[in-house]
């Protein structure tokens, strides 16, 4: 499984990078917005695992790159945000593709999430950081 990690903090990049490598995933990161959208020219992953307070671009600008290239109208997206955002980028991606992570997640959880599917309602009971964004907003579980 291919998985791209975008995220501000340095050492958990390389830590998750490493985390998931060790278990046989295609594990590439970015550091910020730009730098996510310049890995997503050349690599498309299974899942990307975005940041909401990314410098550079943000998660804004990585979320409009999504939305307006056919290529990537599958992947399946893990926000990293302890609220909601408070703009209209996430609502720009189909629900049924996104799940919201708060920031003191594990990277377990993210191995959990990843191997049981995105928007397992189960799952999202069972760990109590995961909230599919969709869930707060009346859609479709």
Request: hydrophobic residues 40%.
């Amino acid at each position: 499984m291919r998985i791209l990690i975008t995220d501000g903090d340095k050492k958990f990049r390389e830590q998750a990078q490493a985390f998931l490598l060790q278990r046989g995933y295609d594990a590439r990161v970015a550091a910020d917005g730009l730098d996510c959208a310049d890995i997503l020219r050349n690599f498309v992953p299974e899942i990307l695992v975005l940041y909401c307070d990314l410098l550079w671009g943000g998660y804004q600008g990585v979320m409009a790159l999504i939305n307006e290239t056919p290529r990537f109208s599958q992947m399946q997206m893990v926000l990293i945000a302890d609220e909601e955002p408070r703009d209209d980028y996430a609502g720009l991606i189909d629900p049924l593709r996104l799940t919201r992570l708060s920031e003191s997640f594990q990277l377990n959880d993210l191995v959990t999430l990843m191997e049981t599917g995105i928007r397992s309602p189960r799952l999202a009971r069972q760990i109590d950081m995961v909230t599919p964004l969709d869930s707060q907003q009346g859609g479709m579980q």
